[in-house]
């Protein structure tokens, strides 16, 4: 079972970034996903009521290829959408571009009421 949860626990931040991003956790509350007890996902966002940035998602290399990254991508981008006017991601990749997304000079946004959220996953 996959769940998404917030947390303040430093230790578990800085260990699951860690093992993904190769640094500590640089914030006081992060995402995370859980398989069954485990943690095994982390997300980076910032939210403002106006705009909501995706700063990082990862996975743990030994978990990835199962399609829970995209899973994680999913989860907050619904909930940044019940939160604020538009989402903006740091960087460009086309994975965002089947939600809606939209290029800019340094990364992506689109309007939360514009998002798409198709019904496959890891497409």
Request: glycine share 8%; with cysteine; net charge positive.
């Amino acid at each position: 079972m996959l769940r998404v949860e917030p947390t303040h626990d430093k230790e578990i931040l800085n260990r699951l970034h860690g093992a993904i991003f190769g640094v500590t956790y640089p914030k006081d509350i992060g995402f995370l996903l859980y398989y069954k007890d485990t943690a095994v996902g982390i997300a980076d966002i910032k939210a403002d009521a106006k705009e909501s940035e995706i700063i990082a998602i990862g996975i743990v290399p030994e978990e990835r290829g199962k399609g829970w990254g995209d899973f994680l991508t999913r989860v907050i981008m619904d909930r940044l959408t019940t939160v604020s006017q538009s989402i903006y991601v740091r960087y460009k990749s086309d994975y965002f571009l089947k939600f809606g997304f939209r290029e800019e000079e340094n990364g992506m946004r689109i309007a939360s009421k514009d998002i798409k959220f198709p019904s496959r996953c890891r497409s």
